[in-house]
């Protein structure tokens, strides 16, 4: 049994709060296990001076950690006066996955910004980040619908995230906390769509390698807990999950050309 | 009657939830009307270059929004950079006015970091953060005590604070909310101790003056809402409270020397 | 008697030298005991971007000290790369009294771009700054009406600044210098117009705290002192301060109202 | 065929020239295809503060472009003043992948900082710099091991590197030129160890997705290419080629364990 | 006979190859002894804010180190988030003898972005840009003029440059190496057109002066260098160095007016 | 006759004004026609970190203009955040040129930092710059003199710089205003010692050539300006000019090894 009581193929407790402030066009208060964030989509009428006049919407996102979000008070970016590595590639991460699943012309040229703070930080930020941000997404373009600005809810798939890993002791097991990842050889986060494909695939090794049998067991593993997510999602939308359409997948589109 | 139906002389509700991060040795979730701060102390076994070896403690602070905590996005000073003059003003407030009531012989060479993020705003976010962060800090010393790390808490007095102003059309106002704030002809923030002892007096009419009789109705009204302001952080802060010193005040001391 | 032998309500010697710059529109250099500083006002034919098309002018202030205004030679802001919380406070401070005192409808859309540069600091160099700008900003106005940019000078009352304090050996006194400002109690920046309303009171406890009564006395002090200073910038002004208005107070509004 | 005429599993001609740089302690000039970067390897004797005392050494990278080794020339990181989350994401990945293979204890307290410059981008600068910074570090330990401060080359396995994607007419192919990347669906890169195992996979479907059939077909296709590029390290090392050991893998530890 | 063996006036190998990178619109590998520098000229069809309108073109150039290019590891300066001074210094004297022989008029409102990056360094890596860049911006023009977008290449006359020293053994040498750089009591940089007139002489005592007699020598053995620089840019750029025109000197425009 | 009625060889009238702000070791407040700078010289006991345990000291220079000193306010550097590289380039060249007359060993380890504040600016700055800043360093050394903390002032020579110019209408000119400096063709930087030796000579054509007749006229009536400056500074210093000895100079010394 895992250091809090899990099995190795079972995901903490899971908790989305929609409407968590008041001023945001979607938000959400997502907590899987002891880590918390909150995700909000604010609406922005323009795109990126690059995407001007394309006719296409456009997704970015930003994370944060609060201070004390951590064990150890981390020294804020503002004092710094810069972002760090990590938080750039959590955002880049937040924004592209968001992208695969909405179909940008029919969102036509607005931004969504996307604004992930961890409260508190167990493990698993940047993929209760996206399943969190998902959900407040789809809110804020409920909002859009129901004032009129757009005709229908542009996203074509459910997107939920969480992490494998290898564990010295247990082998592979499902949504680390921070003392297991830690610990784990191999990290892997994996982002999936309701219709199961993979939109984003990242296992790394640090200071290890992993096996292709490894990788299977992994992929499948992420693949039961992300279900699992997109299970919630459905319950926690309610009737907005059923506007959520089937957009055809990469595979399909190149054995049609 | 005020836009959200209050008396003119009237607080919003305000509730304090304690422990509210369990990484912080203090943290409270403060609500103030729509206006609600995450205020977290932590403990430093040092102090900064310019203390050393003075066997004094110091307490600073930090002051943050996310990003959409107002009706507009903000963009994040992490973007940016830098931090802005009206952080730098709020943060070194916060720290200044925890400072006055806190001996900081007793507490040795240790800094106390206070985090005060705002996660919603309708006005009076300094004023909260620091009704807020007096709990978190003194959490922080409870534990501290418990740990055997500190013989008493070190803190000489309550300290709490609230805004009051001069509305164009109902006069002076307690505790204004972002709409009252917006239109206020003066603003002002009040910062007092349980003994009735002024800590801070920052009063401004931008494009506006005021006149000593005002002045006096602004203070006597601040005065009121901070003595109910303490009296929820005594509730809130029970047994706690009993061991909050009463320290000699600098009119006493004057007369003294 | 203090330590440079004044009485404890009497200023330090006060000069003000205009027209100290000949590039800017409108210069002084004044100087309040040891401190020194060099006020010049710019006129610029724009306002800021949120402001454009208001038909509203703007009036901005920066300040600095020289490296080696004070006893310690100071690292350059511009070598640090960022501007400190204090001189972020100041200058806020600076802009927002000055435009207190001039109708911005009347000055249309151009920005007054006030800088007080501290060539030696002896304590209170925020004050000194904000009585000497005055006079620097109503000379470029008069220049402006001279050139026919304006048909009068958009300004509606005196404005001077001074500090007044609680000495631990004195108790209250006016004008601290650099030695006295280090060692009171409280310290507390005032200003005020010629009608005797008050635009900004920051009064400040560090490690202390006053009474309603001290209060009283810091303020009546503080009136005492800037009477002074605005005679002397009557004398210095001459005719011009003949043009200078009398707008009706915030509480005569209010009344009205 | 493809644009340049490949096949769909062909490699770029790949040329890897040594002690490029007289100065480094390692250095090469790798191009693969029009990519063209430099990579250095260069010792420190110390490691940085979180790891002193710790016995373990350390390697770190960094990556940049000259401002005209892309079609439209870009700004320098260092006239911005800050390095991109492109550039921090590719100098993360390469620090992490290296430090899989080489076995940090025998290294002891050293820093190696890998610098790799791309001269000229055509696609794969990511890529063609881990497969060019293995061989500069290997020629950087041969020299600790020459000079004696090594007792042999610290490096349990070969490492290189390649990206393969799906392309909506060609389907899945690999080391990927601009204009290919430009138009994939799904770009992934791979870094695998001579022993055959994984040591970072990044997937990434940009506004698509991929199945499992198709992540197993770019798997195969990245195993195909890189075998080639290890073989390439091999002849270019020489008999340095066979100093470098074979480290056990995870899952074998984690069989074992 | 000087370190490396050459006479007191004698250059290091010189070697230019044209056409180095295939992005730029001209482009060289410079080397001089071994010292190595790639640079590019690249076209930017408008001009800086303050020149928009006056038909005029504008030359800027950019410099840097590859941090290997050195014996000791030098920190990148998109690291440490700003540029030095030496490296502001180097630029800015770059641009402004480029411009001294291009006839802005004729280029119309276009800017040439020069950019030099040092590959390997040892001494003169300043004189080798301008002598480099001279070159790249040259093919540039000629670009512009294949593809009909100027009506000739819009340069007055050669440009190269060399340094000159003082050495305390040797006295007067040309071309210095770094180590000869190191030991010299004075250094000057020199750059001088194909009439034989000088555009910028830099000279410097660092903790040490020269005498007028001292300059004479330095200067004519500066001149010596440069002819032979500027043989060998019209050896490379062949045909075209026949289309480099001779301007007017400045001594005879003062000597008609 | 020039623009403001000087001869083509004659200095804009010079005043020195020592011991200007009273917290600084050494300080003027120098004048050269309408250009006036501040020059503080300040003494720090340490040197900077790569020189440490050499037993020799240090001279820095800051340069900086106020806002204002120009015809248009120019935004300041600490507010851009960054030092602009005609900035650096001043700065660079004051302390350089300061150290060539300073004996650094017998300065033992200490650092002047100078300071040079442009309070209003008509060309010529960097030259006052020098000039006044020779005068207050030697008033620092003379205070360490005095309090017996170097036993003699480590000075070595007077130094003093001035300007000179080829103006299309008059040829050749001396201490050039910024009016004449707008139009110059050549303009160069001389800065001399006591003993009429060279310490830099910096000498640009901007958009112009020149030959070297010109150089010699120009450094000729550089020399007559530079004599004069010096008269001024040895009455200014009046028995403090006497204690400035005379340092062999690099020719003597090149021709005894």
């Known amino acids: 049994m895992r250091v809090d009581g899990r099995e190795n193929k079972q995901l903490r407790p899971v908790h989305i709060e ?18 918390k964030v909150i995700c909000t989509a604010s609406i922005d009428d323009k795109v990126p001076p690059f995407m001007r ?6 997704i970015t996102a930003e994370y944060a950690m609060l201070p004390r979000a951590t064990e150890q008070r981390n020294v804020r970016e503002s004092s710094k006066g810069k972002v760090s590595g990590r938080t750039m590639e959590i955002q880049r991460l937040i924004g592209r996955v968001l992208r695969s699943v909405v179909d940008l012309e029919k969102l036509g040229e607005k931004t969504i910004w996307i604004d992930c703070d961890v409260i508190q930080a167990d493990g698993g930020t940047r993929t209760a980040s996206i399943t969190g941000a998902f959900v407040a997404m789809v809110l804020a373009f409920a909002k859009l619908v129901e004032e009129k600005r757009l005709a229908e ?19 592979v097991i499902l949504d680390l906390n921070y003392a297991e990842d830690s ?9 999936m769509t309701g219709a199961g494909h993979f939109v984003e695939i990242q296992g790394t090794g640090e200071e290890a390698t992993f096996s292709r049998e490894q990788l299977n067991e992994l992929l499948e593993t992420a693949e039961l807990g992300i279900r699992q997510l997109i299970d919630i999602q459905k319950e926690i939308l309610g009737s907005l999950a059923e506007q959520i359409g089937a957009k055809m997948s990469t595979e399909e589109r190149v054995k049609e050309a």
């Open 183 to 191: 610990q784990a050889e191999v990290d892997m986060n994996v982002v």
């Open 53 to 58: 006049g394309g006719g296409k919407g456009w």
């Open 18 to 35: 929609t409407h968590f402030i008041k001023h945001a066009e979607g938000s959400v208060f997502i907590t899987v296990g002891d880590t």
């Open 153 to 171: 809810i542009p996203v074509t798939d459910f997107l939920a995230a969480t992490s494998v890993g290898i564990d010295p002791q247990h082998g």
